[in-house]
């Protein structure tokens, strides 16, 4: 039989399904010989895991362990210790301390758990009769593993956008209770991981040129808009939002205001289907500001005529008609929304007939409750009909028109979504311009279109984490403007 080295001076001998150290003929099923030092963990008659000081090849974790465990009134367990730890005051029965493997694998077993802590408590602790030492810095230390095995479910740690950590580690993962979704922290900000299969598609339709086509662009790549099919009821100033699936376009003018709603499946090509219709105290406005999350469409202002200040809603998976969410402060209309699926925050526009520019105010709403909009911080200038977008830290808006100055704005702005504060200059678009409207993912934003005053057909872009000046991106075929658009990896959504 062939002998295997395993330790020092010590052969490991397979005999008739048997297993012998020391021992050539051995008559147990693990059979030991002469005196053997080193740490042992063996489950089974058969299987050995630690032996002579070497790890084994994979480390089974078949009762509830912790490394570096640490509970207040028991004091610091330290890797290296191996101590048992009571149940009544941790809910852990087994030893703690070292997980050792040749192939770095630690399989846990289903219904285990296996967790890993860091202390800085200082001191000695008496844990019953055993003192434990902790030093200031004492921390657990993990190395690098290849992989672990779970059976049924692995946690990461989890909270809301408040919860994050002061201080992230590049690679670092969490669950975001506000977003719904994994994200990871890329070593200059956190990032959401792509949900619903979403590409990266932004979508716009309608306006006062093209009044019913649709088309699309690939917002991570550069060139000519693309046709994507007609709209349901084309008109201009249709307001459009979406989640990672559906894109709803809501009211609108063709020539006379309308009230319907429809959407598209933004992964494939083809005709707007109807959704339904504005509710009653809604009905027959254009020029809405509209944000979303991954679940719900939220609409609000417009021109009826006048301003109007009611804030509509839809849960974007289903049709129907929208539902009353609350008002406005400022009854306006040509503003324009971005979201970061928590908060929605409308910007700019017309805020009254008589004094369209008294205020640089924004308003602000929380999408998953209902209520009345906030009037928050302060807009550099006060763009009627800007455009804009968001990903999931920053809501950015580009252009707009100065009434009563009768100028087009060249001005890029943006604030951040989640602390509401002023916003921050950012660059400049291409052209001067405002009517056009802004698609982006969580990396990039694109304005489309818009007038200068007569209709464009460029196109631009902003990487939204940086700041500087818009890049050319393509061109949209047919000049346009009062066209809306929407994307399927928008901030509120927290996919790319």
Known sequence: MPNIRVGYGSDFVVKDQKVGIGSEDPRATLDVRGTLKGDFNITGVSTL???????????????????GFSTTGIGTVGITSFISVNERETGFTSLVGEYNTLSEDIIVDEGKIFEVSTTNITGITTLGTQEVYAPDDSVVSVGTLESVSIQSHFSVPDGGINDRPDQPTEGMVRFNDDLNTLEFYNGVEWRQFTVSGASGRGVFGGGVDTTDLLSYINISSTGNALNFGTMFEGGAERSCCSNATRGLFNGGANPGHIDTIEYITIASEGKGIDFGNAFADSLNRSAKGAVASSTRAVWAGGWGPGNENIIEYVEINTTGNSLDFGDLVQPSHGIRGASNGVRGIYAGGYKNPTSPSSTSKYEHITISSFGSAVLTGELINVPSRPMSFSNSIRGVWGGGYNNPGGFAYN???????????????????????????????????????????????????????????????????????????????HGGLGGF
């Open 411 to 489: 001005t890029i702005q943006y604030l951040t979504i989640s602390s509401l504060g002023n916003a921050i200059n950012f660059g400049e678009l291409t052209q001067s311009r405002f009517r056009g409207t802004g698609v982006s993912s969580q990396t990039r934003g694109v304005f489309v279109g818009g007038g200068s005053p007569t209709s464009l057909n460029i196109m631009d872009y902003i990487t939204i984490s940086t700041q500087g000046n818009a890049i050319d991106f393509g061109d949209i075929g047919t000049a346009n403007q009062r066209q809306e658009g929407c994307s399927d990896s």
């Open 49 to 67: 895991t630690v032996y002579g000081g070497f790890a084994a090849q994979k480390q089974n974790i078949t009762k509830d362990s912790s490394i």
